[in-house]
C-alpha cells in the first residue's frame, strides 16, 4: 500500500463500509486515548498538528488528478478533527489528575458534536469543504473539530459548574 493512501485512509479505515467517516472518528478515540497516556495533551497537540500536515499532502497525493477532491475512503480529516474535539478532555484530565477514560461523557458529547459538525457542515465548516482541494477536505474537519470542542467546553461549563453535576 502506498505511504499516502496508507495516511490518508488511516492504515484501510476509510474502506469499511458503512460511514466510512463514522469509522474513520471511531478509530481515532482509541488512538487518542493511547496518545494521551502516552504523553498527555501536548502530544495529542503535536499529534493533531502532524495529522493535519500528513493529511493535506496525503489527500493531495491520492486525489490527484481525480475530479472527486474528498473521496469517501480519505478519513485521516476525519481522526484530526475528532482528536481537537477530544483535546478539551485532554487538558481537564491532565490538569485533574484523573484518568481520561473517567471523562467518557465528554468523550460521548465529543464524538457526537463532531459528527453532527461534520456532516451538517455549519457556516465556516461548509465553506472550507467548498474549497475542493486537499486544504479544504483537512480544513472542514479541523473547524468542526474546533465548534465540537467549543461544545464540550459548554457542556462541561454548564453540568459541572452551573448544575454543579
Known amino acids: 500500500m502506498r505511504v499516502a493512501t496508507f495516511i490518508a485512509?488511516?492504515?484501510g479505515v476509510g474502506h469499511?463500509?458503512?460511514?466510512?467517516?463514522?469509522?474513520?472518528s471511531l478509530i481515532a478515540l482509541p488512538m487518542a486515548w493511547l496518545i494521551h497516556v502516552i504523553g498527555g495533551p501536548?502530544?495529542?497537540a503535536i499529534a493533531i498538528i502532524a495529522a493535519f500536515i500528513m493529511g493535506i499532502w496525503a489527500t493531495s497525493q491520492v486525489t490527484r488528478g481525480s475530479e472527486n477532491h474528498d473521496p469517501s475512503e480519505v478519513v485521516i480529516d476525519e481522526v484530526?478533527?475528532?482528536w481537537i474535539a477530544l483535546l478539551p478532555l485532554s487538558f481537564g484530565a491532565w490538569h485533574a489528575g484523573a484518568a481520561i477514560t473517567a471523562?467518557?461523557?465528554g468523550w460521548v458529547a465529543a464524538f457526537l458534536l463532531f459528527r453532527l459538525f461534520d456532516i451538517a457542515k455549519p457556516s465556516l465548516v461548509g465553506w472550507?469543504?467548498?474549497r475542493n482541494d486537499a486544504l479544504g477536505v483537512m480544513l472542514d474537519d479541523?473547524?468542526?473539530g474546533v465548534f465540537a470542542a467549543i461544545?464540550?467546553?459548554a457542556f462541561a461549563a454548564l453540568f459541572h459548574g452551573v448544575l454543579g453535576l
Open 128 to 130: 472550507a469543504d467548498r
Open 42 to 44: 501536548w502530544l495529542l
Open 151 to 153: 461544545g464540550v467546553v
Open 103 to 105: 471523562l467518557w461523557p
Open 80 to 82: 484530526a478533527g475528532q
Open 142 to 144: 479541523v473547524i468542526a
Open 16 to 24: 469499511l463500509r458503512p460511514a466510512p467517516g463514522t469509522w474513520g
Open 9 to 11: 485512509t488511516v492504515g
